[in-house]
């Protein structure tokens, strides 16, 4: 997916800004946050195959650190060494990153391979690549179905979607920031709605596809996508956000049909700080 154009979007602040009201006040709240100098945010991913927590630390257009359970895939490149159930990261954009390991700090690239012999001795943990994708779902239900129990992207969709896949996990090694997800929310909504603290909205088929496929997901291609969304605002800046989506998605000539929710909470903001290595900056840049 090509990056968000950030100029349309700093128009789109301008704009904002020099007619207030309830809906730009918003607008503005939501895009205070990049304006700022580091947060910190965690947030609850829900898909098909489980919930887990992300806790991230960003030192904005900078280093971020994050904290994530395991993915399959890394689980076959780290080995026996990485039997605990998260790893911490330290990102220079959204995918160039360092894992900390017992030797010290690596690329995705520096990591060992397993044996054949390791892979069999993993059993279910070692997921397929696929599972480091969105969350499939087969017989959906919720705000994107029909009273008949169709889903409505489904109805709109060409071909036939793969009923019979497995579980597709939302894990990644990369990282979405707060951020960056608030601007796509903000600038892409089919309706928002402002009552006091609270808003709340519907985000538009190119919105949603945006949160559902992002940067390291190169061989993943949103087709529909659909999604709904709450914003919490506290002294001018959003502070806690929940997404709703389900949509479709084409990974390897096949069409899934995919759902997922997060929860994200932001704090530190100003406040946040976090050491970078030596080591990681060599690797990284910076």
Not at 27 to 51: C, H, V
Not at 101 to 127: Q, S
Request: hydrophobic residues 40%.
């Amino acid at each position: 997916m090509p990056p968000l154009p950030y100029p349309w979007l700093a128009a789109l602040l301008l704009t904002s800004a020099a007619v207030a009201g309830p809906v730009d006040d918003a607008i503005l709240a939501a895009m205070n946050l990049a304006e700022k100098p580091n947060y910190s945010w965690r947030a609850t991913i829900s898909d098909d195959l489980q919930t887990y927590d992300l806790h991230g630390q960003t030192r904005v257009g900078e280093f971020t650190r994050v904290t994530m359970p395991l993915a399959g895939d890394l689980r076959r490149q780290f080995g026996r060494r990485l039997r605990e159930h998260e790893l911490t990261m330290i990102f220079r954009g959204n995918v160039r990153c360092a894992i900390a390991t017992e030797e010290g700090w690596k690329t995705a690239d520096e990591l060992p391979a397993l044996t054949d012999h390791e892979i069999a001795e993993l059993g279910t943990f070692a997921i397929p690549q696929i599972a480091l994708g969105m969350g499939i779902r087969r017989g959906m239900s919720g705000f994107g179905h029909t009273p008949g129990g169709r889903s409505k992207l489904r109805a709109g969709t060409r071909g036939g979607l793969n009923e019979d896949s497995p579980g597709y996990s939302s894990l990644r090694l990369a990282v979405s920031h707060p951020h960056e997800e608030l601007a796509i929310i903000v600038s892409s909504y089919a309706d928002l709605r402002v009552n006091g603290n609270l808003v709340t909205g519907r985000l538009t088929d190119l919105g949603a596809q945006l949160l559902l496929v992002r940067e390291g997901q190169a061989d993943v291609e949103p087709v529909a996508a659909t999604g709904s969304f709450q914003l919490w605002i506290h002294d001018g800046m959003v502070t806690k956000y929940h997404v709703e989506m389900e949509g479709v998605l084409s990974v390897e000539h096949e069409l899934l049909e995919v759902r997922q929710s997060m929860t994200t909470v932001v704090n530190g903001v100003g406040t946040t700080k976090f050491e970078v290595p030596a080591e990681v900056r060599q690797k990284l840049g910076g």
